[in-house]
């Protein structure tokens, strides 16, 4: 096993690399560019469109442009000011050291712009994924034991229509009822906040005003979830039910109890949460549409902003990150399937 | 095995709630004051990138700057410059602007108000605006502003007092250091090691202006309390500025009329129509709109830049485009698709202080439309519906009345209808136009970067353009001048080149007023016959705003809160 995760890890990195140089090559010929006007104004004179390539490293060409993007400039002379002669030494470093470069919106440090919305969307992510297993396991076994009962055919209905309605829409929905129709009886406020993570000007940590803030773009996020994973479970149950180890587990007289969950559900779950791991990567990725219409700071509107204005550097780490733990997740996967079900052994 | 497996699952369960517990952390400091008794709220789509416009002008960087930071002067909602920094406006008249007309050269002496204050309690002074403008020109990590090419030197007088020396005549001297984007940096807060374009005083600026920063949540929201320091003393009257970060525009209109929010920047067609009635709710429009909705002509072939070697087989010639202008219906436009809130307009020339009234509207006429057609030999003889062009002069024979015309996806459905229904009008007169819409990064991305406009891989587009500020030379340089037809060079993209033109654009560049105005005109004259682009209408430049907020100005000239020191709440 330990041979298996070690070459594993190996084709890992050598996987990364070159997603990292199909990436890049893919962000940069992508139509467009960072170069063209933002917001209100429609260009960028062409005296700063020199000023900024230079700044930006747009000068150079592409694979020069990638090396530096991976193992910085500080070993070769670079043209600072713009006079033609290569003075100094450049100030990347390179991811490979660590420094993913500045974003060219704020000219901030890349990490420093993910460091402040990634904590936001594992809260919520990791708030929204636990909600909708907790809820979608038992709806899963409950339509699995109930074969086509009304209660079966009420949740298949409800989960095909769940998959089906558009986040957006549903988010929108939810607000206008929650925020602009239902009032709080004994404050006359809106039920529910519009958005955000807390109340402004609130002092410390309110438990309540955080799960206030929670309830509809969890509810917004989970529906989708809930509808796949209690599908998944339910026909998993449905495998395991009709396996010759339960009726075996029934013949040596096991209570009903016992037969159903510490026979059958143990087995049922094993596909479930390989499917969990590889859904690992959304906790880190985030949803746009929830954080969009719901002002939560998260990584799906950075993802969303850096992409629609071309902020290269942002969008190359975001992407990095995400192709890193898509991969990471497949081998977690791989590795609590064989951990899980002891007939499953890696060489 | 079972122990193993259980505790696995376990251990899935603890990363994904400790993981929650992470994001757990309070975002505010604790230390963060209750909301004030008199605050207002501000709600926009998007985070400013920094306190800097001239960096990324996003618009949302200029709306938090003008609540912090001051420049030497701006301009008000009717286009005139008011002093901010400066004690009075330098002018030829007071004897602050020298003139050398045999030399072409020019001087101004700024001379600055004496109470102004960082809100650290040092003075604002000439220095300041001398580090400003060295900032800005060092080449590796500064950046550019209009006109600053013309500087020759800056001359420090004395603490409040600073001549500046033109190696030209900048008629827009007067907001070169100041306006909508432009502000002046403390020189003993600001790093110029870290320098103008990513300095962090940027995004943690010292105030001189009527609030300064109090909290800035990145995605979440900014908090500005009271500048105590602020040189008007008992302004501002509203203790608290808070902008909130609302991309969805939908939930910006339901917290307006939940009373959560009181000012919508930039709001759309849509959101002034659907709140309209509203008791809660006003509109502050602004006297004139910047931005001309217009379509811009390729007077060269699609996808080649030289209107002269190889013009464009249906542009190229002036009646056609007068044709295409005369068979669209502005009218209708503006009241079926911007809700009767658009204006037409026909002429670059027609807001303060340059204003000329010597051009006619041409009149919605499909028949006129048609006559000219065929005027210019494009006739449908096989009956399809499309024009062919039959002796046009500037195809071949045949050649079919056929072109793309684009237009962006951010500006939303009102432009897109409008595109639509100009494509079904023309259809109308036999010319087929073929839809596209393109993000505005690739429209107007430099020709190096596949920019469609840079590259002239266009026949008709359309989009909204106008110049900030009241100086349109700059502006009018870059649209029409031949120099500006280079690709990236400027955004002359018809490549419409006029000698005339281009001899009363320098005539422009003066200080006298009437002059200016005279070669204004004539050059409105000249657009309007020669057509390089067909000016429609102009959209709307408003604001919506709580009922309780007084005092708000949109403006063209600047952002909504260039005067939120005179807001008052009722």
Same mark, same amino acid.
């Given at each position: 096993m330990a041979a298996y995760i070690l070459r594993r890890l190996l084709q890992t990195i050598a996987l990364l690399f070159l997603l990292s140089v199909v990436l890049f090559a893919l962000v940069n010929l992508a139509?467009?560019?960072?170069?063209a006007g933002q917001g209100q104004s429609r260009h960028v004179s062409a005296e700063k469109v020199e000023l900024l390539k230079r700044q930006f490293g747009l000068d150079q060409p592409l694979p020069t442009q990638y090396i530096i993007w991976l193992a910085?400039?500080?070993w070769m002379k670079v043209?600072?000011?713009?006079?033609?002669i290569k003075e100094s030494s450049g100030t990347r470093y390179g991811i490979l050291r660590g420094d993913f470069g500045f974003s060219f919106?704020?000219?901030?440090?890349v990490l420093e712009e993910i460091g402040g919305r990634l904590p936001n969307t594992i809260y919520l992510m990791s708030i929204t994924m636990l909600a909708a297993i907790l809820l979608a396991i038992p709806i899963g076994i409950a339509s699995a034991l109930r074969q086509y009962s009304k209660f079966d055919i009420a949740v298949t209905t409800f989960s095909f229509a769940g998959q089906a309605i558009p986040e957006f829409w549903l988010g929108l929905i939810l607000i206008l009822v929650f925020?602009?129709?239902?009032?709080?009886?004994?404050?006359?406020?809106?039920?529910?906040?519009?958005?955000?993570i807390t109340t402004l000007g609130?002092?410390?940590?309110?438990l309540g005003d955080r799960i206030e803030h929670l309830i509809l773009p969890v509810l917004t996020g989970a529906l989708g979830w809930v509808s796949w994973y209690s599908r998944f479970m339910r026909s998993s149950m449905l495998d395991v039910i009709h396996k010759d180890y339960l009726r075996t587990a029934r013949a040596k007289g096991a209570s009903n109890w016992v037969v159903l969950y510490k026979h059958g559900l143990r087995n049922a779950l094993i596909p479930l949460v390989t499917l969990l791991a590889l859904d690992l990567p959304y906790i880190f990725s985030g949803a746009i549409f929830v954080e969009y219409l719901f002002a939560w700071p998260g990584m799906g509107r950075l993802y969303y902003q850096a992409a629609e204005q071309r902020d290269y550097p942002v969008l190359m780490t975001i992407l990095i990150i995400g192709a890193a733990t898509i991969i990471f997740s497949n081998l977690l996967a791989d590795i609590l399937y064989a951990y899980l079900d002891p007939r499953v052994r890696y060489e | 095995m079972l122990e193993t497996k259980r505790t696995l699952i376990f251990l899935l369960l603890a990363v994904t709630l400790s993981s929650s517990l992470l994001g757990c952390?309070?975002?505010?400091?604790?230390n963060a004051t209750a909301p004030a008794q008199t605050s207002v709220t501000i709600v926009i789509a998007e985070d400013p990138p920094?306190?800097?416009?001239?960096?990324?002008?996003?618009?949302y960087d200029s709306l938090v700057m003008d609540l912090v930071m001051l420049g030497l002067t701006d301009i008000d909602e009717n286009g005139n410059v008011f002093p901010e920094l400066a004690a009075e406006l330098p002018t030829l008249e007071n004897g602050d602007v020298v003139q050398d007309e045999t030399a072409g050269t020019m001087s101004v002496t700024w001379k600055m108000r004496k109470d102004a204050q960082w809100s650290d309690g040092t003075p604002v002074t000439a220095k300041d605006v001398i580090f400003t403008y060295n900032a800005i020109l060092d080449p590796a990590k500064g950046s550019w502003i209009p =006109?600053?090419?013309?500087?020759?030197s800056i001359a420090q007088v004395d603490n409040y007092t600073l001549t500046i020396n033109y190696n030209a005549i900048f008629? =827009?001297?007067?907001?070169?250091?100041?306006?909508?984007q432009v502000v002046v940096w403390p020189a003993h807060y600001c790093s110029a090691e870290q320098g103008f374009s990513a300095w962090d005083c940027a995004r943690e600026p010292l105030s001189d202006g009527p609030y300064k920063l109090e909290e800035w949540v990145n995605g979440d929201h900014m908090t500005f309390v009271k500048?105590?320091?602020?040189?008007?003393?008992?302004?501002?009257?509203?203790?608290t500025i808070i902008v909130k970060i609302i991309p969805d525009a939908a939930v910006r209109k339901t917290m307006l009329l939940n009373g959560d929010a009181d000012l919508d920047m930039w709001s759309s067609e849509q959101m002034i129509h659907d709140l309209?009635?509203?008791?809660n709710v006003q509109v502050s429009n602004s006297p004139?709109?910047?931005?001309v909705m217009r379509i811009f002509f390729?007077?060269?072939?699609?996808?080649?830049?030289d209107p002269v070697a190889t013009?464009?087989?249906?542009?190229?010639n002036v009646k056609v485009r007068q044709a295409i202008r005369m068979a669209i219906d502005v009218d209708t436009i503006t009241k079926e698709f911007f809700y009767g809130l658009a204006k037409p307009n026909w002429t670059e020339?027609?807001?303060?202080p340059y204003v000329c009234d010597n051009v006619a509207r041409t009149q919605f006429d499909l028949e006129g439309a048609k006559a000219l057609l065929e005027e210019a030999?494009?006739?449908?003889?096989?009956?399809?519906?499309v024009r062919e062009c039959h002796n046009? =002069?500037?195809?071949?024979?045949?050649?079919?009345m056929e072109m793309e015309f684009i237009t962006y996806?951010?500006? =939303?459905e009102p432009l897109e209808l409008t595109q639509q229904f100009i494509a079904e009008q023309l259809g109308k007169i036999g010319i087929k136009l073929n839809l596209t819409v393109v993000e505005g990064s690739v429209l107007w991305a430099t020709a190096a970067d596949g920019g469609i406009e840079q590259n002239g891989n266009f026949d008709m587009d359309i989009w909204d353009e106008g110049y900030a500020g009241i100086d349109p030379t700059d502006y009018l340089w870059s649209y029409y001048s031949a120099e500006a037809a280079v690709p990236d060079n400027g955004y002359n993209y018809g490549r419409w080149e006029n000698p005339e033109f281009d001899s009363l654009l320098d005539e422009a560049y003066t200080l006298d007023t009437q002059t200016r105005h005279d070669a204004f005109c004539k050059m409105a004259t000249l657009l309007d016959e020669e057509l390089p682009q067909a000016l429609l209408f102009t959209a709307v430049n408003a604001s919506v705003h709580s009922?309780?907020?007084?005092?708000v100005k949109s403006s063209t000239n600047d952002i909504?809160?260039?005067?939120?020191?005179?807001w008052t709440l009722k």
């Open positions: 139509p467009g560019g960072p170069l910085g400039n500080d043209d600072v000011d713009g006079d033609g919106r704020t000219r901030k440090p925020y602009a129709w239902l009032k709080n009886p004994f404050t006359g406020q809106p039920l529910l906040p519009s958005g955000g609130l002092q410390g940590f309110n | 952390q309070p975002q505010s400091p604790a920094s306190f800097n416009p001239v960096i990324t002008d996003t618009g =006109g600053i090419d013309y500087i020759d008629p =827009g001297y007067l907001t070169q250091f100041g306006g909508e500048n105590e320091n602020y040189f008007d003393k008992g302004k501002p009257s509203i203790e309209e009635g509203a008791e004139d709109n910047r931005w390729n007077l060269a072939a699609k996808g080649a830049t013009p464009h087989p249906i542009l190229s020339f027609f807001r303060p030999g494009w006739v449908d003889q096989d009956g399809d519906g046009c =002069g500037t195809a071949a024979d045949g050649y079919p996806s951010e500006y =939303g009922a309780r907020l007084q005092g909504i809160t260039w005067n939120a020191a005179d």
